[in-house]
């Protein structure tokens, strides 16, 4: 997959058209994810490239992208994450799954309503102060094994975009990041 090169981060900014791929873009006619590359020293004190928004912003153009693909099966891109811990691991609490996908609690609780309404997750315990323990139904495993090919295409498109060692080098930064702004 290309991707796109540019020499200003101002260029990020430029309209999507069917026939010309943005940065940061999502080109669904060729099925392809475009990157920004900024090749000059950013001016670090410039609105446009604040970390936080930067982040969030791909971070939208790639849930868009896997939407786009997994949504077909029913599901969403915020809820895979949810069914494949669930079947990793047995006996999640709320407070230890929120934790580990990054959530507030509140944004979880969002999440999982569905998927219990659907049959795919089923809680265990009481709210309000108790232990609740989070398990996938086997309805719910069927659900996450239709949805892994359409979920391993997104991911394979978005992979090959950036290159193997560069997504690696990337997710591997990001976590680094995470880790030492968690301890301040």
């Known amino acids: 997959m290309a991707s796109k090169a540019c020499n200003s981060a101002s260029t990020a900014r430029t309209r999507w058209k069917r026939d010309e791929p943005t940065s940061f873009g999502v080109d669904r006619i060729r099925g392809s994810v475009y990157i920004h590359y900024v090749k000059k020293q950013l001016n670090m004190s410039s609105v446009e490239n604040c970390t936080c928004f930067n982040v969030r912003r791909v971070s939208r153009v790639i849930t868009q992208f896997f939407d786009a693909e997994v949504r077909r099966q029913g599901m969403r891109p915020t809820q895979t994450p949810i069914l494949r811990a669930l079947q990793a691991k047995s006996g999640w609490g709320m407070a230890e799954l929120s934790e580990w996908l990054g959530m507030e609690r509140t944004t979880l609780l969002r999440n999982l309503r569905p998927l219990q309404r659907d049959g795919l997750v ?15 139904t086997a309805k719910g495993r069927t659900a996450l094994a239709k949805t892994l090919p359409a979920w391993r295409s997104a991911q394979d498109k978005v992979v090959a975009t950036l290159g ?21």
Not at 122 to 136: C, D, P, Y
Not at 172 to 181: H, I, P, R
């Open 122 to 136: 089923r809680a265990k315990g009481t709210g309000r102060g108790g232990h609740v323990e989070l398990e996938i």
């Open 164 to 184: 193997k060692e560069r997504w690696s080098a990337i997710i591997s930064d990001l976590e680094d990041v995470a880790t030492k702004l968690r301890g301040q």
